[in-house]
C-alpha cells in the first residue's frame, strides 16, 4: 500500500486543512500530502516540542565535538546561576535531557514569558528553573518537564558564546543544510486552524524555544532524521536510555524509545500537530505534520501503520499518548 493510500485510510484526516507525510528508507523519499489547504514537503509548519530534538541534537553534538562529557554538572557549565542555585549540585547534562532531573516543575510559560525577548530572558528562565530546587534525586524518575530545555538552552548559548539562536545555527542548522527550519514565520509559512477557525500567525516567545516553537517541514525533519541516523557517535548517545524500567516510558535524550528501538515524539501547539518516528536499524525516517491539533490520533496510527512492517510493532497507542 502506498503512503497516499495509508493516508486515505484516515478517515479523521478529512477534517484537517492540511496535512504532509514523509518517510525515508535508506536515504529514498516518499512524502504525501491532503487536505483543501495546498501544501507540499516543503511547506513549514510549527512543529511544537520536535524543537527539543534540535536542542538536545545540537547540545550533544556540541559537547562530543569539545570532548566534554555528558555527565558534566549543569552547574560547571552554567556558573552564574550557582549563588541563586538550590537545585542538586550533582544534576548533569545527560540528566536535564532525559527528563530525568527531579527539578521542581514550578517554572511555567507565563512566566518564562513575562521576561521578555531580550537576550538575557532565557538565562533568567533558567535561573528561576534552579531556584526552584530539586523535588526528586536527579535520575530517580521520568517527568516531562520543559524547564530542563530552558537549562540546555542556556547551555547551548553559554559553551557558544552567542545566542541560543545563533547557536542552533552554526552548530546544527547550517551544518545540517537546514534551510526550511527556525523561529522566524515567513510568508510561506501554513496557518493552524482550530476547527473551523483559522488562527492567526503569532510569535513565540524567545525564553520558551529551546522546547517549542520552531518552524519546519516534512523535508527538512527527513533531512534531520538521515543525519542524525548517519552520525553514528551521536546516535549512540542520544538513542541510549536514561531512564529506570520502572518510569513511566523509555527515554533517551530529547526522544521516547520504542519496543524495537524506534525513537519517536510528538508535539503540539495551538493551530498545530506533529510527529515523528525512527527505526535506527533499519535506516527508517517518518514524520507527518498537521494544522489541526486534534489530528495527533490520526497521525499516530499512520506513522504506526507505516513503520509497522519493518518492526511488528504498533505504537500508535505511544505516539499519541507520548507526555508534551
Known amino acids: 500500500m502506498t503512503l497516499q493510500e495509508l493516508m486515505e485510510e484516515q478517515t479523521t484526516f478529512r477534517d484537517v486543512p492540511a496535512i504532509a507525510v514523509g518517510s525515508s528508507v535508506a536515504g529514498a523519499r516518499t512524502t504525501a500530502t491532503q487536505g483543501r489547504v495546498e501544501v507540499t514537503a516543503e511547506s513549514c509548519f510549527r512543529i511544537a516540542s520536535l524543537t527539543k530534538v534540535f536542542t538536545s541534537t545540537a547540545l550533544v553534538r556540541l559537547l562530543l565535538d569539545n570532548g566534554v562529557p555528558l555527565g558534566v554538572p549543569v552547574i560547571e557549565l552554567l556558573p552564574g546561576l550557582a549563588p541563586d542555585s538550590r537545585a542538586d549540585k550533582s544534576l548533569t547534562i545527560e540528566q536535564i535531557l532525559g527528563q530525568v532531573s527531579g527539578l521542581r516543575e514550578s517554572v511555567d510559560a507565563a512566566t518564562v514569558s513575562a521576561l521578555g525577548d531580550g537576550d538575557g530572558a532565557l ?11 530539586n523535588e526528586r534525586e536527579p535520575g530517580e ?7 530542563n530545555y530552558f537549562l540546555a538552552g542556556s547551555i547551548l548559548a553559554a559553551l557558544s558564546g552567542t545566542t541560543f539562536e545563533s547557536a542552533l545555527e552554526g552548530v546544527l542548522l547550517d551544518r545540517w543544510g537546514l534551510e526550511r527550519t527556525g523561529f522566524e514565520t515567513s510568508a510561506g509559512s501554513v496557518t493552524g486552524w482550530n476547527g473551523t477557525t ?19 517541514s516534512v523535508s527538512d525533519l527527513l533531512a534531520v532524521g538521515e543525519d542524525l541516523l548517519a552520525d553514528r ?12 524500567p520502572d518510569d513511566p516510558m523509555a527515554y ?8 524495537s528501538g524506534q525513537m519517536y515524539l510528538n508535539g503540539r501547539l495551538p493551530g498545530y500537530r506533529a510527529a515523528m518516528v525512527l527505526v535506527p536499524d533499519r535506516d527508517y525516517v517518518s514524520v507527518a505534520l498537521a494544522n489541526q491539533e486534534t489530528a495527533l490520533p490520526a497521525l499516530a496510527r499512520l506513522l504506526s501503520d507505516m513503520q509497522q512492517p519493518l518492526t511488528g510493532d504498533d505504537i500508535a497507542k505511544a505516539v499519541n499518548n507520548f507526555a508534551t
Open 252 to 259: 533517551g535524550l530529547g526522544w521516547a524509545l520504542g519496543p
Open 123 to 133: 538565562l533568567e528562565a533558567a535561573r528561576l528553573v534552579v531556584r526552584a530546587g
Open 141 to 147: 524518575r521520568w517527568s516531562y518537564y520543559n524547564g
Open 233 to 244: 557517535a551521536l546516535l549512540e548517545e542520544i538513542q541510549r536510555p536514561r531512564t529506570r
Open 198 to 216: 483559522e488562527l492567526p500567525l503569532l510569535g513565540y516567545p524567545r525564553t520558551r524555544r529551546p522546547s517549542g516553537g520552531m518552524w519546519s
